[in-house]
């Protein structure tokens, strides 16, 4: 059990570029969740999924956002066109299922320039 | 919608002093609540939690008590050490929402030797 995995650490763009983000949870975990931090703030629920299908969505995930999990594993988080307001810390959790404890990952910094 | 609200911070400590942070919730249901504490440098992590009503919630010498009556779930430590240095976060889940967190804005924490 290595825990909850995300790639790249830390992330600088420029206005109006894509980015996108990797999670790998805790191995054998069904549930996937990915949440936003920005400074001086508790996470804000995003989405999760359950293996590979994305159960629920926040408003907070406008149509630039768009998170996948293919094949019930991995995660990406991928934001279009993105805004200086989008800067801010991305978590993935992960955990084994309903009721069960969550497992949180370091989290990528997106900074928008 | 649910909310979490908890004390701002930084609250600074000697140690050894006695720790209270306050938190209280909105929720359409019977909520879940947690602690959860997040070290410089490291993912959050589960501290203590507590799923029904008059249940205390314990680890590390942290406990909080499940209040229903006045929609509180209040984190106290008798001792503090420098090690407890950290952001903590109050937190509800609402049993059916698959584990969907719902966080406060969280309180930093300081204890000098």
């Known amino acids: 059990d290595t825990g909850v995995s995300q790639d790249p650490r830390h992330k600088i763009t420029k206005r109006g570029q894509n980015v996108t983000f990797r999670c790998d949870p805790i191995?054998?975990?069904?549930?996937l969740y990915w949440y936003r931090q920005t400074l001086g703030q508790g996470p804000e629920f995003l989405t999760y999924f359950q293996n590979e299908a994305q159960l629920e969505k926040s408003r907070l995930l406008s149509d630039r956002f768009s998170a996948e999990r293919p094949k019930g594993s991995f995660s990406t988080l991928e934001i279009q066109r993105t805004e200086q307001g989008d800067s801010a810390m991305y978590l993935c959790?992960?955990?084994?299922?309903?009721?069960?404890?969550?497992?949180f990952g370091s989290g990528t910094q997106l900074s928008v320039l | 919608g649910d909310s979490v609200t908890q004390m701002e911070g930084p609250v600074t400590l000697s140690e050894e002093a006695f720790l209270t942070i306050n938190c209280t919730y909105t929720?359409?249901?019977?909520?879940?609540l947690f602690w959860y504490v997040q070290y410089p440098g490291e993912g959050l992590q589960l501290l203590l939690k507590a799923t029904k009503a008059d249940d205390k919630g314990s680890n590390k010498g942290f406990e909080a008590t499940y209040r229903k009556e006045t929609t509180s779930f209040h984190l106290e430590k008798g001792s503090v050490q420098v090690s407890d240095s950290a952001v903590y976060f109050c937190a509800l889940s609402e049993g059916a929402a698959g584990n969907k967190l719902t966080f406060g804005g969280g309180t930093r924490v300081l204890v000098k030797p």
């Open positions: 929720a359409t249901g019977y909520p879940s």
């Open positions: 959790a992960s955990s084994g299922g309903a009721g069960e404890k969550l497992f």
């Open positions: 191995s054998e975990h069904n549930r």
